[in-house]
């Protein structure tokens, strides 16, 4: 089915362990984001991506990197977790001047 | 600053019992406002786009309308499956396509 592939589903690291959450779409879509979603702060958004070979700062960019190096693919990298980092994230993908379609989420725990 | 505010935070309803709820917003420039479903676990399901003031978007117990200053989520007779959380998001002109969502309200409907 055509829509927003996220992988892992759930994952738990060791505080100071790295890793990369990817982040797939197959609907040509030029823009691409990454939000987390913590209970009563709603969804914050990470960083972002308009175009292939661009990124942008998002409302909560600090610990996260992230990549667009193909079109359908945005990463988001955590280069040492910390447990503030636990939270559920989404990837969105849109086209302009519409809404987002979101992927599944990611489930992460840092411990 | 863009703001989205969801109100009230979580709904109780008994099936049948009709109610609405708010998505207020100030904006500098709307370009669209989003209403999204999102289930426990789940990534936010697209629901409606209202574009101008005075546009209605109607989907089985759901009708969505849009005034200058806030947009209303209506549910008649409400079902158990309509339990979820609801967002708001509002798309503004130069933002980078980001969509700038509210807390959500959460409704559950019992039998």
């Known amino acids: 089915n055509a829509g927003v592939t996220q992988t892992p589903k759930f994952r738990v690291l060791k505080t100071g362990q790295s890793m990369t959450l990817l982040c797939a779409q197959d609907m040509n879509h030029e823009y691409m984001y990454w939000y987390r979603q913590d209970p009563g702060m709603g969804l914050r958004l990470i960083h972002y991506s308009v175009g292939e070979g661009t990124t942008a700062k998002g409302e909560v960019p600090d610990g996260y990197n992230v990549s667009r190096l193909k079109k359908q693919n945005f990463l988001l990298g955590l280069e040492s977790a910390a447990p503030s980092q636990t939270s559920v994230y989404f990837c969105a993908s849109k086209k302009t001047n519409y809404g987002y379609t979101f992927g599944s989420g990611t489930r992460l725990t840092v411990v | 600053e863009d703001?989205?505010?969801q109100s009230p935070e979580a709904l109780r309803l008994q099936e049948g019992e009709s109610s609405s709820l708010n998505c207020s917003y100030t904006v500098s420039g709307l370009r669209g406002l989003f209403w999204y479903?999102?289930?426990?676990?789940?990534g936010p399901e697209f629901l409606f786009t209202l574009y101008s003031a005075g546009e209605e978007k109607e989907k089985e117990r759901l009708k969505a309308t849009l005034t200058?200053?806030?947009?209303?989520?209506?549910?008649?007779?409400?079902?158990?499956?309509?339990?979820?959380?609801?967002?708001?998001?509002?798309?503004?002109?130069?933002?980078?396509g980001k969509l700038i969502f509210g807390q959500g309200t959460e409704l559950s409907v019992k039998p």
């Not at chain 2, 479903?37 to 789940?42: E, H, I, M, S, Y």
């Not at chain 2, 409400?78 to 509002?90: G, I, R």
């Open chain 2, 3 to 5: 703001q989205v505010t």
């Open chain 2, 68 to 96: 200058k200053k806030e947009s209303f989520l209506h549910i008649t007779a409400p079902k158990p499956e309509d339990s979820a959380t609801y967002l708001c998001a509002v798309l503004v002109y130069n933002q980078g």
């Open chain 2, 37 to 42: 479903r999102q289930d426990p676990g789940k």
